[in-house]
């Protein structure tokens, strides 16, 4: 290790890791100075039913760098996640959401909106966390059942006990929970069986195999059936073409979110998209 060998170690990198680690400190300093700047930016891709009705909304997070343009999420959760900085991220992704479900509620169109918020486990781990998912819902005055947390599997993994504990106090304020990327992770069935979910959410990994992969629609069944036995909604992602959403609709899957129904979008042109639909 560098520090304990008590020199200089970066000079001893290669030139590409180098650039890689200065890479990333730049977007660190950066997505420091993008919270601030009020360059994150809310996107929403619609979510819907069997009855092809529009039932909510997934809030996906964009940096709109002013040189760069649009930088997704994929490139930029990581390194918040390592530095922390998605803990005051994440909470103005929170405090957004709860704004927006306010508006939402006030309006025919969008009143029953259900938006789900991805949450990251170092959101989940703050002491903090509860607290401030009950100030944001008392200050808002909305729905606590309006808003719903994406976790992933990777976040139960260490610690069960303290997860089911911090979940089951927000579940009491009366927020609902979905299990993203379901099926990608390595969670144990009695895990899942204890978390208080509300909802799975079929990675779209499975989703874009259905039609050709015999194992990708044999872990769809599979998780369909969990989920009816659990009692617990479902949910597929990636849906991109209508003979996708026919086969999960013919293997139970009654809600779906994907390019089909329509892609992330500024709040502008989704509240377009739901006028249309
Ligand atoms: P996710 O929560 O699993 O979100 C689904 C991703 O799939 C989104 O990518 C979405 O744009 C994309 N997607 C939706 N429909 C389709 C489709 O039909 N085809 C394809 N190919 N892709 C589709 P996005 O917006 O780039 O977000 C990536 C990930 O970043 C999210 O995955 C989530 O894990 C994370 N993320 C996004 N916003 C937040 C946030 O506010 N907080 C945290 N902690 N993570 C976030
Ligand atoms: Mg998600
Ligand atoms: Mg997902
Ligand atoms: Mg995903």
Redesign the pocket.
């Known amino acids: 290790q560098a520090k304990s060998a008590g020199r200089n170690a970066v000079r001893f990198y290669d030139p590409l890791t180098r650039a890689v680690l200065n890479a990333r400190n730049q977007l660190e300093q950066g997505l420091h100075l993008a919270l601030a700047r009020q360059q994150l930016q809310l996107y929403y ?1 619609v979510q819907v039913n069997q009855d092809h009705q529009s039932i909510g909304a ?4 964009r940096w709109i760098h002013p040189e760069m343009g649009v930088i ?3 490139q930029f ?1 990581p390194v918040a996640e390592e530095s922390g900085l ?1 803990v005051p991220i ?1 909470y103005w ?1 929170l405090q957004t959401a709860c704004a927006q479900l306010k508006q939402w509620e006030s309006n025919a169109l969008t009143r029953d909106l259900v938006l789900s ?4 486990v170092r959101q989940l781990r703050e002491t903090m966390f509860v607290w401030q998912v009950k100030e944001l819902l008392e200050q808002s005055g909305i729905n606590p059942a309006h808003l719903k947390l ?1 976790i992933t599997e990777s976040m139960i993994a260490d610690n069960v006990d303290s997860t089911i504990s911090t979940m089951s106090q927000l579940k009491s304020l009366g927020v609902k929970f979905s299990m ?2 379901f099926g990608t992770g390595y969670s144990s069935l009695s895990n899942i069986k204890r978390l208080p979910l509300d909802q799975l959410k079929i990675d ?1 990994s499975f989703v874009r195999g259905i039609l050709h992969d015999e194992f990708d629609r044999a872990i769809v069944r599979t998780i369909i059936a969990m989920a009816s036995s659990l009692d617990l909604d479902i949910i597929a ?4 073409v209508e003979e996708q959403r026919h086969l999960l609709a013919r293997k139970g899957c009654t809600n779906y ?4 129904f329509g892609k ?1 979008l500024p709040l502008a042109e989704f509240e377009q998209l739901l006028r249309a639909r």
């Open positions: 891709q997934e809030a996906l997070l997704s999420p994929l959760i998605i994440g992704v918020v991805n949450v990251s994406e993203d990327d779209q992602e990636g849906v991109e979110q994907g390019y089909l992330p």
